[in-house]
Structure formats: structure tokens, C-alpha cells
């Protein structure tokens, strides 16, 4: 039986996975707040020069990867899957996170940060 988009464990799971995509990039970046929630960026970057943030909600967990807005290119090649995910400029929110999903967001940070750190 598959979990329901609201059960905390999956949602949870999810926010951990996200997290970890994130973590290769805590060594490169500082870490800094925006309106409470903890975010990486470059270092003395101004507060809305963020590169990305990971936000867990009661029914999802949300990716904001700043990148993405800046350099819409960014998304060109997206799965049909990923982005369906993209809810907002720059802000990608799931319920669940599987293997193949998680490789291309896996991806398309890696891909972020090249353009993100390039224009700093």
C-alpha cells in the first residue's frame, strides 16, 4: 500500500532525501536565513542571492532552487515527472521522491550550482 501524501514518515523521508542532494554543497557554500529558514548561498551574498532551501510542509515538502528562476534554461530537458513538480518559479514540491526523481534532481542542482557559483 502506498503512503499517503500527508503520512509524516513519507514526507519525512522525502525532506531527508532532498537534504542530502543538498549536503555536497554545504563545503561550497555558507549557510544563511531567509524569513527563518535556513538556506545556502554564496558567501557574502546579498539575503534574496540564495541558492537553494529545502521547506517541508504538512502535506509536501518543497525544493527552492533559486537557480532555476535566474536561469530558466535550467529547465529545458526536464522529465515530464520533474516537471510536473515545478509549482512555482523556482520552487519544486513533492510528495514523494523516488530513485529516478531524485537522480535528476540530483542533477539539475549540480547543474544549478555550476551557473549559480559561475555568476558570482
Known amino acids: 500500500m ?6 509524516p514518515t513519507a514526507l ?3 525532506e531527508a532525501r532532498l537534504r542530502a542532494i543538498l549536503e555536497p554543497y554545504r563545503a561550497l557554500l555558507e549557510t544563511a536565513t531567509i524569513y527563518g529558514i535556513p538556506t545556502l548561498r554564496r558567501p557574502a551574498a546579498r ?3 540564495w541558492f537553494a532551501f529545502v521547506k517541508p510542509a504538512a502535506k509536501h515538502v518543497s525544493l527552492f532552487l533559486l537557480p532555476v528562476h535566474t536561469f530558466p534554461e535550467l529547465t529545458a530537458g526536464l522529465s515530464p515527472a520533474l516537471a510536473k513538480r515545478l509549482t512555482g518559479k523556482s520552487t519544486f514540491t513533492f ?3 523516488d530513485d ?3 537522480a535528476e534532481v540530483e542533477a539539475l542542482v549540480a547543474r544549478a ?3 549559480y557559483a559561475a555568476a558570482g
Do not use: G, K, P, Q
Not at 502506498?2 to 503520512?7: H, K, M, R, T
Open 47 to 49: 539575503a534574496h542571492d
Open 2 to 7: 502506498a503512503a499517503s501524501a500527508a503520512d
Open 113 to 115: 550550482y555550476e551557473r
Open 100 to 102: 529516478a526523481l531524485a
Open 95 to 97: 510528495t514523494v521522491l
Open 12 to 14: 519525512a523521508a522525502v
